[in-house]
């Protein structure tokens, strides 16, 4: 999966896991009048239909390998290390470019844009196709 495809899934990961959060009462204005959470009866605390999203993902970004059944704990150990390292690199750089666009909307202080909105322009930015200089 190519970086700027995890990027837009940590967007829309994101994203969703903002409206979940604003809908079930956890974010500042997010009940729903009454006083009361708008969240579905019985719905586990963070959980929602974003963990379905992140289970996506991993699985996508995570390869399939194999370890030898005669593989020692410590083999078998760096073998899982050096088949998810790279997946594991891919998903925090996706993350965190993320963050650091959002905290550098946030530390400028600016009001004239949401995350929301940032997070949408920034899901434009990533499906455009690169550009040739």
């Known amino acids: 999966m190519e970086q700027n495809e995890v990027v837009l899934r940590a967007i829309g990961i994101l994203t969703q896991s903002a409206e979940w959060i604003r809908t079930t009462g956890r974010h500042p204005g997010g009940t729903d009048g009454t006083g009361t ?3 579905e009866p019985g719905a586990a605390p963070g959980r ?11 699985a996508e970004v995570f ?3 194999a370890v030898s ?9 760096h ?3 050096e088949a ?13 470019y993320v963050y650091s666009e959002l905290a550098e909307l946030h ?11 940032l997070l949408r322009e920034l899901a434009l930015r990533m499906s455009r196709p690169p550009q040739d200089n």
């Open 37 to 39: 959470a708008g969240a």
């Open 48 to 58: 929602g239909s974003g963990e379905g999203q992140i289970g996506s993902l991993l």
């Open 63 to 65: 390869p399939s390998f």
């Open 69 to 77: 059944s005669e593989a020692t704990p410590l083999e078998a150990a």
């Open 79 to 81: 073998a899982v290390t």
């Open 84 to 96: 998810a390292l790279p997946a594991i690199m891919q998903l925090i750089g996706a993350f965190t």
């Open 107 to 117: 530390d400028a202080g600016r009001t004239d844009i949401t995350s929301e909105d």
